[in-house]
């Protein structure tokens, strides 16, 4: 069971995980967009941490709410908007929780993709986090479904969006500043599809959970 904490941990971690990851985002969109992913996703969730640094008691859907306040008023280009608008719409679902079962991630998961799907006006195949994203959520039911313990499940999810990473790099971008490219945004690993896993990577379980 995550409770506030845990989750006040993960966003932490991924913090860490895109200051870490800072350059390699950077050089992934400089290839196919504007080249500074990695500097304002950085940027944003060092904002986030000082959002959620007094926020100790806050139930975990206003938690997301403020994580997606700090993104859309701090992070540059589509990034803000999108990654603001996916953490307050899987917020909502969590308001008032303080422990959230698997049920509970799978719904925030899934509102957070329509709330992308929504602002972004993407779909899956278009070169863009969607094709971390959604395969991710797609294991994570088939997970459930048969009967996966939470680590299992978690496995299937990084590697469901791994593979999508890996996707990104057979398709043309059609969306975004790297659809201009056409045919030449072939080969390139979408930025997007990369920092959605690297966040998703953070919420996976720790080993006494």
Request: aromatic share 4%; glycine share 12%; no cysteine.
């Amino acid at each position: 069971m995550i409770n506030q904490q845990k989750v006040l941990e993960r966003i932490e971690r991924i913090a860490a995980a895109l200051k870490e990851n800072r350059e390699l985002l950077t050089s992934l969109d400089a290839a196919i967009g504007d080249g500074d992913h990695g500097i304002n996703m950085d940027r944003g969730f060092d904002a986030v941490l000082l959002k959620i640094k007094d926020m100790p008691d806050a139930d975990i859907g206003a938690i997301f709410k403020a994580v997606g306040m700090a993104l859309v008023s701090t992070v540059g280009g589509a990034s803000g908007p999108l990654y603001g608008t996916a953490f307050m719409r899987a917020g909502a679902p969590l308001a008032g929780k303080t422990e959230l079962t698997q049920g509970d991630v799978l719904e925030a998961m899934e509102a957070a993709l329509e709330g992308i799907q929504t602002r972004g006006k993407a779909v899956q195949g278009e070169k863009t986090m969607l094709d971390a994203l959604i395969p991710a959520i797609n294991a994570f039911k088939k997970g459930q479904e048969a009967g996966l313990d939470n680590r299992a499940i978690w496995e299937s999810v990084l590697k469901a969006a791994n593979e999508g990473i890996e996707f990104t790099k057979t398709i043309i971008a059609t969306k975004g500043r790297a659809s201009y490219l056409g045919e030449r945004s072939l080969g390139h690993q979408d930025p997007g599809a990369t920092s959605m896993t690297l966040i998703l990577k953070t919420f996976a379980p720790d080993a006494e959970e």
